[in-house]
């Protein structure tokens, strides 16, 4: 399936050369790790949306676009599986975060006056904790908004809403989200309730900024054994005071899900099953539409293996409007103690790639189809080793894979609306094939604990109509990361590599281009492990120019964000 490559590259490489993976330099906010990676086409709109095609993944379509049981605590916006906004609790700590794109020096503030003062570039804020337990129970809350990528269009949104749209400051961010609740947790049950308000944006089709204010939204979640249950509800607010428009949209969503446990594992045939559910009831203007306002996604997921190295995986689900089937043959084959090779087939078929996803758009007299007669099929074949000796590893990965009926956006015609550029059409497929080949070498090297590094470089060949799809995926890319430890106690870790050019063809009338460019980040940490302090400094979007990534969003800028983290 779409994450098997992914798991065995990463469980192989802890099997067999754990110290060559430098480790992740920490994103600026939870669920915005797309951001910082190399290997695939990473085009970034904003915290709330991310175009994240990581590299022998296969299809055209972004990842967050397709659905699995994996991401079923994701939050959906609009159309989208997104980790950013997670009210998932943090592990008993305090801390603090806070950041700013370079260019607004806060010191000028005091020491300029006003005319001469530089564009406010945005910042960065979070702050929370989560209690120790007592007898089981713990309190946690959190403050988080990003107001990066807010500058260019924040004239537009900010014409869109009422008073400041967010929790702290005037830059229209994003979102910016806050919480609190209550949890129990044992060594059978983890269980939370969480309480809050959150203002954000969504990208909408036509290629809109929609603001929604939930007011509030609730969140609770249970784990006993190997059943999860999380429900969620939310009271949105939109507006759109240009239109004189206002809407409201209850929604009650969640997922009760049984996963294979240790008994099941050890067998042959393992199972796993759930059902996903939204319900919602509109009001006035809210811009997007759920079929008969309510979607019901039973799944089940499959598992069989007679022997040691072949698995066969199956996923499928389907409801009265959709079916998907997502399933793999993958085979680790025999090899030398400090080897690690696979082999595998993948495919998937679906209607929809999210079919929880809203159906239409509805903006005046305009209406958006967002579902496309038909289905896709993606066929692929890939393989992956790696090869440790010594202080040395070096790996690989390799796919060829082809599509029929990716989705796609059949544009009708192009306008503007306060600023934004949009579309007007309806969601369809390409009903040609379309054929691709991925490959990927790696080196990685360490001493000890003080020192690894790795390098790694790959491409990808598209042959087809590339001019129907949303995005042209970067062609290659090359990337260098290691960690240092010095005197054990103080942690530099910095990546810096090339992404060749992108193509947006769907959005602009115009083909908006995204040039390669070098990128490096580096982040600083000085740990007091004894005491549970951890001080880190971060450097993002060194190097490259400030590039917009996506259509009607801001330029990603180069930015500092430090943290302070005391653990219990």
């Not at 802890?14 to 695939?40: K, N, Q, W, Y």
């Amino acid at each position: 399936m779409k994450h098997l490559l992914k798991a065995f590259l990463l469980t192989s490489v802890a099997a067999f050369a754990t110290e060559t993976v430098p480790s992740i330099i920490p994103a600026e906010m939870e669920g915005m790790e797309a951001e910082l990676r190399a290997d695939g086409t990473f085009l970034i709109g904003g915290p709330t949306f991310i175009y994240d095609r990581i590299l022998g993944a296969g299809g055209m379509h972004s990842e967050s676009e397709l659905w699995s049981p994996a991401k079923l605590r994701d939050r959906l916006l609009f159309n989208r599986m997104t980790g950013i906004m997670s009210w998932t609790p943090m592990a008993p700590s305090i801390w603090m975060k806070t950041g700013n794109e370079l260019g607004d020096m806060l010191y000028q503030d005091f020491i300029t006056s006003e005319k001469d003062r530089p564009t406010n570039y945005t910042p960065i804020l979070e702050g929370g904790f989560r209690t120790p337990s007592f007898h089981g129970f713990w309190a946690t809350a959190r403050l988080f908004q990003d107001d990066h990528f807010s500058q260019k269009y924040m004239p537009s949104r900010r014409k869109m809403v009422d008073d400041s749209y967010s929790h702290f400051g005037e830059n229209w961010p994003l979102f910016s989200s806050a919480y609190g609740g209550l949890g129990y947790t044992n060594s059978l049950i983890d269980a939370s309730v969480l309480a809050g308000e959150e203002y954000y944006w969504i990208f909408s089709e036509t290629s809109r900024w929609l603001p929604v204010h939930n007011k509030p939204r609730v969140e609770g979640r249970v784990d006993v054994m190997n059943l999860s249950l999380t429900v969620a509800y939310e009271d949105a607010e939109y507006q759109n005071k240009l239109e004189e428009e206002r809407g409201t949209r209850k929604e009650l969503n969640g997922s009760v899900y049984y996963r294979c446990g240790k008994a099941c594992k050890d067998g042959v045939f393992q199972i796993s099953a759930g059902l996903a559910f939204r319900a919602v009831d509109d009001s006035g203007a809210v811009y997007t539409e759920l079929e008969e306002d309510r979607v019901f996604w039973p799944f089940m997921e499959l598992r069989i293996q007679p022997v040691k190295r072949l698995t066969a995986d199956v996923m499928f689900g389907i409801n009265e409007r959709d079916w998907m089937v997502q399933d793999s043959i993958q085979f680790n084959a025999p090899t030398p103690k400090d080897m690690g090779s696979l082999v595998g087939v993948k495919n998937i078929s679906a209607t929809r790639l999210n079919p929880l996803a809203d159906t239409k758009e509805i903006y005046g007299k305009e209406e958006i189809n967002l579902t496309a007669d038909g289905q896709m099929n993606l066929l692929q074949a890939y393989m992956a080793f790696v090869d440790t000796m010594g202080n040395v590893a070096v790996g690989g990965r390799a796919s060829v894979w082809t599509e029929y009926g990716a989705e796609t956006f059949e544009v009708e015609r192009y306008a503007e609306d306060n600023k934004f550029k949009v579309r007007y059409g309806d969601v369809g497929r390409i009903n040609s094939w379309l054929k691709g080949v991925t490959a990927e070498l790696w080196l990685g090297m360490w001493y000890e604990k003080i020192f690894n590094f790795k390098a790694s470089a790959g491409f990808e060949r598209i042959d087809g109509d590339l001019g129907e799809a949303e995005v042209s995926p970067a062609e290659y890319y090359v990337g260098f990361a290691a960690d240092w430890f010095i005197r054990k106690s103080f942690k530099v870790s910095h990546s810096i590599h090339y992404r060749s050019d992108a193509q947006w063809n769907l959005r602009f009338a115009n083909p908006l281009e995204v040039k390669g460019d070098w990128y490096w980040d580096a982040s600083f940490e000085q740990q007091f492990p004894k005491q549970g302090i951890y001080l880190t400094g971060t450097l993002m979007h060194v190097l490259a120019s400030e590039t917009m990534e996506a259509p009607n969003a801001s330029n990603n800028s180069l930015r500092f964000i430090c943290s302070a983290k005391k653990t219990f």
